[in-house]
């Protein structure tokens, strides 16, 4: 096992950050950590770098116990929010850091230091950069030299809080890509905290979904995301629209419409339920095609790179509906504001009980 | 998609000035210069005129003195003495101050403020009131043949009491501003906490230590208030700079007096020229971020 941690529990005050979590991590996986502003993933992350101590619970690193350790002991690269770089030193004396504070006898020599150096740098490609200060850098740049300061030390775990959140989008995407191949070469067990569902997906091997310091739900970017074990994940991951109302006899209100409940609640007599519908789940068409289909009034067109977001006010519906479509879907049905449309829903998710987001 | 429209027809109105009208502007630049003038160029002046109002060799006779002399001695130890001593204080105090959550912290924080409310009469006598000879402390310290206050440890503590907050002033802020993000990640790269604190906290703050480390020094030597009642004025003992030109003022000796004062004056236009080259520095090396 890369990471093991057991039972965590860490109170600020009043405040649980982190509520009896356990988690284990294989070797070698790159793990996103998703959830919602305060919902406790950057304590987690800080606690197994040994900056916060866990109130209870063991941590176990490459099946070492970890959990008393100093941050300095325990070994892990941790990769700041905001860099973290030193700012009177240059980008070598940087990556340097970690390797000139080893003790006396475990220190490489200074030839040795440069050449681990030069080559952490070359992987990272800021071996350019060598003499430059932090602040002559770009934020992709500083976040790759902290990567590589980071690795210097041969971390048995590598840790990053929102690596991407300070970048703009563009350089995001680049960087969120390329970090994905970089640990495809290098395999280093990797833990990063996120609150964008979309680099949690398209990064991670794995997706652990955390809300109010608890494991919502862990697994794959397609098992969380096609089977979201409750309504918060399903909610977190991605836009979704959501329809409040009861389940009774096998089938769903969903404002004055009714739908066949799915199979595994057609049993329920009567209870809340909460039905979700991704946008991109709701097809839309010119002529009813179907006695089901609801009729619908476009109130809203938008741009949205290359599918187009629709707002649709529903007949019977209390609220209206957020649709996707193609872009070459719109031209053809030739869409517009104030287009009568039939709306088809073609998947839904329901969840019964009250469940708060 | 329609092309936005730009419209050629109105070009964009400049004013000429928006700023108060001539009169003011004038009425306030002379004000200041009236001010500056009276208060101080015009009594810098005349301590040099009244300095070397009667020549230069009675200006140099009055500071070769030997009275003189032991005065600048002695000023010179203390300030050597207060200064790094409250350079620790002051990082040592910032440090704990910005770094670590403790209770009363923020008490603490407030009451570092005190020495600069308090008048400094009243610093002096706290110490008489606490270490005097009529004191137990102070019997019992006379007992071992330490002798603190009318001599110069007297002077020394007070000083330091006086001039503590300037070198924690100027780092809390800074250290604030700059946060524990640096700290941390030499933290998680192996280093120790001194290892720390020379490689990455005392580089980062060092501009803002010279800076508190001139004014502490200038204060050290200028402070005359606290000094005055633990020193006992005894000549060329327990005498320091300022207290010396006060002794000769009253015994109508102006020359000299004003004499050892332009000292004073040269060392604080010394500071004030230091202090602003070095905050043009510190500007410019403030954008390393």
Not at chain 1, 7 to 15: A, D, L, R, S
Not at chain 1, 185 to 198: C, G, L, P
Not at chain 2, 222 to 242: D, K, L, M, Y
Not at chain 2, 243 to 269: C, D, G, M, Q, R
Request: hydrophobic letters at 45%.
């Amino acid at each position: 096992m890369g990471i093991e941690l057991q039972n965590i529990n860490k109170q600020f005050g009043e405040y649980k950050a982190i509520d009896n979590l356990s988690l284990n991590i294989a070797s070698g996986e790159l793990i996103a950590l998703l959830g919602p502003s305060g919902c406790g993933k950057t304590t987690l992350l800080r606690i197994i770098a040994g900056l916060e101590l866990a109130d209870s619970g063991k941590i176990l690193l490459e099946n070492k116990d970890t959990t008393n350790l100093p941050p300095r002991k325990k070994n892990v690269g941790f990769v700041f929010q905001h860099y973290a770089l030193f700012r009177r030193l240059t980008v070598f004396e940087n990556v340097a850091f970690g390797l000139k504070v080893l003790p006396f006898r475990e220190r490489p020599s200074r030839s040795e230091i440069r050449d681990r150096v030069a080559h952490l740098l070359k992987l990272v490609q800021m071996d350019w950069a060598l003499t430059r200060y932090p602040s002559q850098l770009s934020g992709g740049q500083r976040q790759r030299v902290a990567l590589a300061r980071a690795l210097a030390v041969n971390p048995r775990v590598l840790l990053l809080d929102e690596p991407f959140s300070a970048l703009d989008a563009k350089v995001r995407q680049e960087l969120r890509r390329w970090l994905r191949k970089l640990h495809d070469e290098i395999h280093v067990t990797s833990i990063f905290v996120t609150h964008d569902q979309e680099e949690a997906l398209e990064l991670a091997d794995k997706i652990v979904v955390i809300n109010k310091g608890r494991i919502e739900q862990q697994g794959t970017p397609q098992e969380v995301y096609d089977h979201p074990a409750n309504a918060f994940v399903y909610n977190f991951l991605g836009n979704v629209n959501v329809f409040h109302g009861r389940i009774h006899n096998g089938k769903v209100s969903l404002g004055a419409h009714q739908l066949d409940a799915p199979d595994d609640l057609k049993n329920v007599e009567e209870k809340p339920s909460q039905t979700f519908v991704r946008p991109h789940e709701i097809g839309i068409s010119r002529i009813r095609s179907n006695d089901k289909d609801l009729e619908g009034t476009i109130r809203e067109v938008r741009l949205q790179g290359g599918q187009i977001g629709l707002n649709i006010e529903c007949q019977g519906l209390d609220n209206p509906i957020e649709a996707e479509v193609p872009r070459e879907l719109f031209v053809n049905l030739q869409l517009a504001k104030g287009v009568q449309v039939f709306v088809t829903i073609n998947r839904v998710r329901v969840f019964t009980g009250d469940y708060e987001i | 998609m329609p092309q936005p429209e730009i419209s050629q027809s109105h070009p964009p109105v400049v004013k000429k000035r928006i700023s108060d009208p001539l009169s003011v502007q004038v009425l306030l630049v002379g004000l200041t210069y009236l001010f500056f003038i009276g208060f101080i160029f015009l009594p810098l002046g005349l301590v040099f005129s009244q300095a070397f109002g009667k020549g230069w060799s009675v200006y140099l006779e009055a500071i070769r003195e030997p009275y003189a002399i032991e005065a600048v001695k002695l000023t010179l130890l203390t300030v050597a003495i207060v200064v790094p001593v409250n350079a620790v204080f002051g990082v040592a105090a910032a440090w704990a101050i910005t770094k670590f959550n403790f209770p009363g912290k923020s008490t603490l924080k407030s009451l570092l403020d005190l020495p600069f409310a308090v008048s400094p009469v009243i610093a002096g006598l706290i110490f008489v009131l606490l270490v005097g000879s009529r004191t137990p402390f102070g019997s019992w310290l006379g007992e071992h043949g330490i002798k603190i206050i009318f001599s110069t440890p007297g002077i020394i503590i007070a000083t330091i009491f006086v001039t503590f907050p300037f070198i924690a002033r100027e780092l809390i802020p800074l250290m604030e501003s700059q946060g524990r993000d640096e700290e941390e990640a030499a933290l998680t790269l192996g280093a120790k906490g001194w290892q720390i604190f020379w490689t990455v906290t005392l580089p980062n703050i060092r501009w803002g230590l010279l800076y508190g480390t001139i004014l502490c020094g200038a204060r050290s030597i200028g402070e005359f208030g606290a000094v005055s009642v633990v020193s006992g004025h005894i000549r060329g003992q327990t005498n320091t700079v300022p207290l010396h030109v006060e002794i000769l003022y009253s015994e109508y000796n102006f020359t000299a007096s004003f004499a050892v004062a332009s000292l004073l004056v040269f060392l604080a236009l010394l500071t004030v020229v230091v202090k602003s080259t070095m905050e043009k520095h510190f500007q410019k090396n403030s954008f390393h971020h």
